[in-house]
């Protein structure tokens, strides 16, 4: 049986998944559960196979040999119509390649997947000016992606991919090449996204100094708005990390976990990361024109 309750399945399962490329090996029997309302990150090295686990988690690759199963149901065993309904109502995907239409407004964007499939203009307008005002761009609509900064248009991708309020999002280096205080923000976004919206994620980024942000704080909602703050005991992000090496699952716990590990793979993300820890920036509120980083806030 292949189908089973999606409201008791894991969003995502790999069971012994295996790909490769010209027979060099892009994941090697992969196998992992992703919780409903959870946070993976995915992270190792260049070339680990992160990048490949998250086209195979979408549908994009077929997998050597293994199953895959989105919410109960084995993608092998899909037609290409129930994939592109999954991606299109189960499913947002942020990758790492600008993926906006430059002829077309940040309002045109954003609404382009629910003009594609005949949505009401009504219903439109008024999911595409709640998603962008989401991810802080309302009053940009009319703007084209060539007005818009590297941070803006990440954002307004995070934003077309969250239209509709999918239940599982991937999210591939989203915050490759941005500033800190820009990457911040991509990161409360997630946040939100994982404990307002209760959306689970696949996380792939090499970042791993973002590790301790995205396990350490949690959103919450307070009076009109919504709050990214530091998480109590009583307030755990449901997040775990996925270490890759060669195409191999070689760690899966806890970002505590990952921080006292004593593996190779691990020594040597921690060897090449020249992230100053110190002067990491945190927003209670990224929107706030008065921001100002952590150390002057406390």
């Known amino acids: 049986m292949t189908d089973t309750n999606p409201n008791e399945s894991p969003a995502i399962e790999f069971r012994n998944v295996s790909l ?14 992703l919780s409903r309302g959870e946070m993976i990150v ?41 994939l592109l309904a999954i991606r299109s109502n189960k499913m947002g995907i942020v990758f790492q390649e600008d993926s906006l239409f430059t002829g077309m407004t940040v ?21 595409v000016r709640e998603a962008l005002k989401y991810v802080g ?8 992606p060539e007005e818009l900064s590297g941070g ?37 976004l997630l946040i939100r996204a994982r404990d307002i919206n209760k959306i689970s994620s696949l996380y792939v980024t090499k970042k791993i100094h973002e590790l301790p942000y995205l396990a350490s704080y949690y959103a919450s909602e307070a009076g009109d708005g919504i709050l990214v703050k530091e998480a109590t005991p009583d307030h755990l992000p449901r997040t775990k990390v996925i270490v890759l090496e060669q195409g191999r699952i070689v760690f899966a716990g806890s970002v ?30 990224p929107w706030d024109k008065k921001r100002r980083p952590k150390e002057e806030i406390l």
């Open 152 to 188: 803006m248009k990440r954002r307004l991708e995070i934003a077309r991919a969250l239209i509709g309020w999918p239940s599982i999002m991937l999210y591939d280096e989203p915050t490759m090449g941005l500033d800190p205080v820009v990457a911040v923000q991509v990161l409360d």
């Open 256 to 285: 505590d976990e990952f921080q006292d590990s004593d593996l190779p793979a691990i020594k040597q993300m921690i060897a090449l990361d020249q992230h100053n820890h110190e002067s990491g920036p945190y927003f209670p509120d």
């Open 137 to 144: 761009l309302d009053g940009e609509e009319e703007k084209f």
């Open 20 to 33: 490769s490329f010209d027979d060099k090996p892009a994941l090697v029997n992969a196998s992992f559960q």
């Open 107 to 127: 309002y045109e964007n954003a609404a382009y997947r629910l003009e594609e499939h005949g949505w009401p203009e009504d219903q439109i307008d008024k999911i």
């Open 42 to 82: 995915i992270t190792g090295v260049s070339g680990s196979g992160k990048s490949a686990l998250l086209h195979l988690a979408a549908g994009l690759l077929k997998p050597d040999s293994g199953q895959i199963f989105v919410e109960g149901r084995e993608v092998e065993l899909l037609d290409e119509p129930d």
